[in-house]
């Protein structure tokens, strides 16, 4: 089963846009964290934000978090054609991550 | 620091046979999670395995299992394969809890003919 639900599906922006996906989930979380992963290989860590943490920024990565809504976003500024990939959000329980169904990012240089 | 490492990175098996699948996680590290990942189902969570007890197991049949060694190396063994557990097999590991950040391997990429 899924926790997370994330639009869009897809997303095809111009190199220099920003680029945001949303996350929905459905029961109370620890945290939530957000991956990425190129072409069928292994995931990398992004960003992990925490049930009491509003809004949280690494890099050119910002992601926010709506308990009340149980949701989500992470916002890519100034995209770069090496930010195509897929980005999953994903949460915490009982020792295992439950992901989303994933946005495909396509950067167009 | 050495990252995680799976092996084999690529597989095909014919319907029928068993497949073992090793990964090595990240030195200090504990814990190690597996995964299944296909287009139709997306990320599916296997086990979770943490000082050689496994404390959780996700809805797989019985033919999916796992073990890890004193050394926090794992492996997950699916036995008499189908079709349908063509995949990637994603390991994972951390220093605790699914509450940390986790640290993923590169996957296997099991084809079943």
Same mark, same amino acid.
């Given at each position: 089963? @899924?926790?997370g &639900?994330e639009d869009?599906?897809?997303?095809?922006? @111009?190199?220099? &846009?920003n680029a945001t996906m949303n996350c929905s989930y459905?029961?109370s979380i620890n945290n939530l964290q957000w991956y990425r992963?190129?072409?069928?290989?292994?995931?990398?860590h992004l960003i992990l934000i925490r049930s009491n943490e509003r809004e949280k920024h690494s890099g050119r990565l910002r992601v926010t978090l709506d308990t009340s809504k149980k949701s989500s976003s992470l916002l890519i500024t100034a995209s770069?054609?090496?930010?195509?990939?897929?980005y999953?959000c994903a949460t915490?329980?009982?020792?295992?991550?439950?992901?989303g169904?994933?946005t495909?990012?396509?950067?167009?240089? | 620091?050495?990252?995680?490492?799976?092996?084999?990175?690529?597989?095909?098996?014919?319907?029928?046979?068993?497949?073992?699948?090793?990964?090595?996680?990240?030195?200090?590290?504990?814990?190690?999670?597996?995964?299944?990942?296909?287009?139709?189902?997306?990320?599916?969570?296997?086990?979770?395995?943490?000082?050689?007890?496994?404390?959780?197991?996700?809805?797989?049949?019985?033919?999916?299992?796992?073990?890890?060694?004193?050394?926090?190396?794992?492996?997950?063994?699916?036995?008499?394969?189908?079709?349908?557990?063509?995949?990637?097999?994603?390991?994972?590991?951390?220093?605790?809890?699914?509450s940390?950040e986790?640290?993923?391997?590169?996957?296997?990429?099991?084809?079943?003919?």
């Amino acid at each position: 089963s @899924q926790q997370g &639900e994330e639009d869009p599906q897809a997303l095809s922006i @111009q190199e220099g &846009e920003n680029a945001t996906m949303n996350c929905s989930y459905k029961t109370s979380i620890n945290n939530l964290q957000w991956y990425r992963q190129n072409s069928g290989r292994g995931l990398v860590h992004l960003i992990l934000i925490r049930s009491n943490e509003r809004e949280k920024h690494s890099g050119r990565l910002r992601v926010t978090l709506d308990t009340s809504k149980k949701s989500s976003s992470l916002l890519i500024t100034a995209s770069r054609a090496a930010d195509t990939a897929s980005y999953f959000c994903a949460t915490d329980s009982s020792y295992k991550l439950i992901f989303g169904s994933g946005t495909r990012l396509l950067v167009r240089p | 620091k050495a990252g995680v490492t799976q092996t084999p990175r690529y597989l095909i098996k014919t319907r029928g046979q068993q497949v073992t699948l090793s990964c090595s996680p990240i030195s200090g590290h504990r814990s190690v999670s597996w995964y299944q990942q296909t287009p139709g189902q997306g990320l599916q969570f296997l086990f979770e395995y943490f000082s050689e007890t496994q404390r959780n197991k996700g809805n797989f049949p019985g033919r999916f299992s796992g073990r890890q060694f004193s050394n926090s190396r794992s492996e997950m063994n699916v036995s008499t394969l189908e079709l349908g557990d063509s995949a990637l097999y994603l390991c994972a590991s951390s220093r605790g809890d699914s509450s940390y950040e986790q640290y993923f391997g590169p996957g296997t990429r099991l084809t079943v003919t």
